[in-house]
């Protein structure tokens, strides 16, 4: 699966965004999904993850409350609603798909998209 990830940009502290991540081919629908975000010069940390029906989600705790991932099936696309946006919140935001469930560690996705930037100013 090739997936693409779109809808970052520049906010104000406070702000929203919503990125989302296209996915190609047909078996979209029975990956689990996550997003995790890189800061210069950091590590790539787990944002969130959603199971293949959307049934299941899970988030960090930096993010828990003013982030919400959500999939459509249908349109092959998953997304993740940012509120409240923080300067700490800057970072490239990458999607990811896992074959075998629903994970929060980097080796457990399969797939990667290419990464949107999502640049909050103070």
Not at 17 to 36: E, K, N, V
Not at 57 to 82: C, E, H, P, W
């Given at each position: 699966?090739?997936?693409q990830a779109s809808g970052g940009g520049l906010v104000q502290a406070g702000g929203s965004l919503r990125p989302s991540c296209a996915a190609s081919g047909?078996?979209?629908?029975?990956?689990?999904?996550?997003?995790?975000?890189?800061?210069p010069g950091k590590e790539r940390d787990f944002v969130a993850s959603i199971s293949?029906?959307?049934?299941?989600?899970?988030?960090?705790?930096?993010?828990?409350g003013r982030f919400t991932i959500s999939r459509d099936n249908a349109k092959s696309t998953v997304y993740?609603?940012?509120?409240?946006?923080?300067?700490?919140d800057t970072a490239?935001?990458?999607?990811?798909?896992?074959?075998?469930?629903?994970?929060?560690?980097?080796?457990?996705?399969?797939?990667?998209?290419?990464?949107?930037?999502v640049t909050v100013s103070s």
């Amino acid at each position: 699966v090739q997936l693409q990830a779109s809808g970052g940009g520049l906010v104000q502290a406070g702000g929203s965004l919503r990125p989302s991540c296209a996915a190609s081919g047909r078996t979209f629908s029975r990956y689990g999904m996550g997003w995790f975000r890189q800061a210069p010069g950091k590590e790539r940390d787990f944002v969130a993850s959603i199971s293949w029906n959307g049934g299941s989600t899970y988030y960090a705790d930096s993010v828990k409350g003013r982030f919400t991932i959500s999939r459509d099936n249908a349109k092959s696309t998953v997304y993740l609603q940012m509120n409240s946006l923080k300067p700490e919140d800057t970072a490239v935001y990458y999607c990811a798909a896992d074959r075998t469930g629903v994970g929060y560690m980097r080796y457990e996705y399969d797939y990667w998209g290419q990464g949107t930037l999502v640049t909050v100013s103070s």
